[in-house]
């Protein structure tokens, strides 16, 4: 990639308390290997993206997303500490609706992508995504958002099994530990799952049909588009596995060219006048010959690393690049690049061994030479060593009913921590204690 200003900062922006969010971790090493200096919103000191080398500073906070004047101020406080105008990457749902509905008033002091108001949260919302689809004849897997039980055996009845349950507003969780997807096989794993959901299931839950399909059927899009919704660069993978299995997040991602759902991705964009980085999922469905749009992502996508074109521009550069006024240059996609969640891959690939999709030979033969990893880099080995060691720690505290994803109260209030390309930092009896109360 030929030269460019790398003086503006960036900061990578997330409000989910998940610490095992490889997407940041991307996007802190895709900006800080070109020289920009990358901060970061960080919910745990120990939070394996929070010890990148790449990293200039963190500010380590856990806001209630709700709670929007102090997040606001918060934001207002770092841009203050960084001392002059910088890119900001939202990292997902919360953080990208935020910027839409409240983030005008700090304009001056950050460059993001300028959306209508409501867009974003019409377009993670589940069921919001499918009536919007409707109303562009936009193809997509038929749905409903669960009223009642009898709402949901109806809509079981008329589809049949297995569905897919998905909560309708992921970004703000439910009681119970509930996953935002959840396959279900018959009437009693729907019975238990809107059990566990409780009163959160009547307008949280929302039923999907499950469109048959196998290898080579689930497929994404990652692209950038500028203020005009001129999406560049574009492009288009397929999922090899994903967890859970055929209906999680991408664990083995494989680049694949296919122009037709590169037209439809970008008719689509222009359509709802979207700027900013966007990850939309597919699902190729034989019945009828059309890719059937499942989710649509307002914000990055976490395996947004697959895809570097051979002008060396993702989907994170091209943001950086049009954010601050510079030349996006033009490139074409890689083909066959594959991408590995490490963490995720052997648990979703034990998902395909059990329904007879995948063996042990041919998952091994499937992850050698994988070009890109989510965690593993040779000149940033800090990151994959945490994650190791949060896996181990949840491993361990399994069979306690912990919350996996914790907000902290002591970092209701954000503090900054220079990161480790500023200051070596040592830690704090405070910050191990957190780790270790994973493993209770």
């Not at 995720?344 to 007879?356: K, S």
């Not at 030979?361 to 880099?377: D, P």
């Amino acid at each position: 990639m030929l030269p460019f200003d790398t003086s503006t900062p960036a900061v990578v922006f997330k409000l989910d308390p998940n610490v095992m969010h490889h997407g940041g971790l991307g996007v802190i090493r895709s900006l800080g290997r070109a020289g920009v200096p990358v901060y970061a919103v960080q919910e745990d000191s120990l939070a394996p993206a929070a010890h990148s080398r790449y990293l200039r500073g963190r500010w380590l906070w856990s806001p209630d997303p709700a709670e929007t004047d102090r997040i606001r101020d918060g934001l207002a406080e770092l841009a203050d500490r960084i001392g002059r105008p910088s890119v900001l990457i939202p990292t997902d749902d919360a953080a990208a609706i935020f910027l839409a509905e409240h983030g005008d008033p700090l304009r001056p002091f950050f460059r993001f992508a300028q959306l209508a108001r409501g867009l974003p949260r019409q377009l993670a919302g589940k069921y919001s995504m499918f009536q919007l689809c409707r109303q562009l004849d936009v193809p997509c897997a038929e749905a409903t958002l669960v009223g009642a039980w009898d709402e949901a055996l109806e809509f079981a009845a008329e589809v049949g099994y297995p569905l897919v349950a998905k909560l309708s507003a992921p970004w703000l969780g439910t009681p119970g530990e509930v996953r935002s997807t959840t396959i279900v096989g018959d009437e009693e794993e729907l019975a238990e799952l809107y059990g566990r959901c409780g009163d959160a299931a009547v307008g949280g839950l929302m039923l999907q049909e499950f469109i048959p399909g196998g290898p080579g059927d689930d497929w994404f899009f990652h692209g950038y588009c500028d203020a005009a919704s001129v999406c560049r660069p574009a492009f288009t993978g397929v999922k090899e596995r994903s967890y859970p299995a055929h209906a999680g997040l991408t664990s083995l991602g494989r680049c694949v060219e296919n122009e037709a759902l590169l037209k439809e991705s970008a008719k689509l964009l222009e359509q709802l006048a979207f700027s900013g980085i966007v990850d939309l999922d597919f699902r190729w469905d034989a019945r009828d010959r059309r890719y059937k749009l499942l989710d649509f992502n307002p914000r990055l996508g976490a395996q947004f690393r697959l895809f570097r074109d051979d002008a060396g521009v993702d989907v994170v550069l091209a943001s950086y690049l049009d954010l601050t006024g510079q030349e996006v240059p033009e490139g074409r996609q890689p083909v066959g690049r594959r991408f590995l969640v490490e963490n995720y891959d052997p648990i979703a690939a034990l998902g395909y061994l059990r329904r007879g999709e995948l063996g042990l030979r041919s998952w091994a033969s499937s992850v050698r030479g994988v070009h890109e990893t989510a965690w593993f880099a040779r000149d940033d080995l800090l990151p994959f060593v945490l994650m190791c060691l949060w896996m181990v720690c949840r491993a361990v505290a399994r069979p306690w009913p912990l919350h996996r994803r914790t907000r902290h109260p002591e970092l209701a209030e954000p503090q900054y921590v220079p990161g480790r390309n500023h200051a070596l930092g040592k830690p704090t009896r405070r910050r191990r204690k957190r780790l270790f109360e994973e493993c209770r």
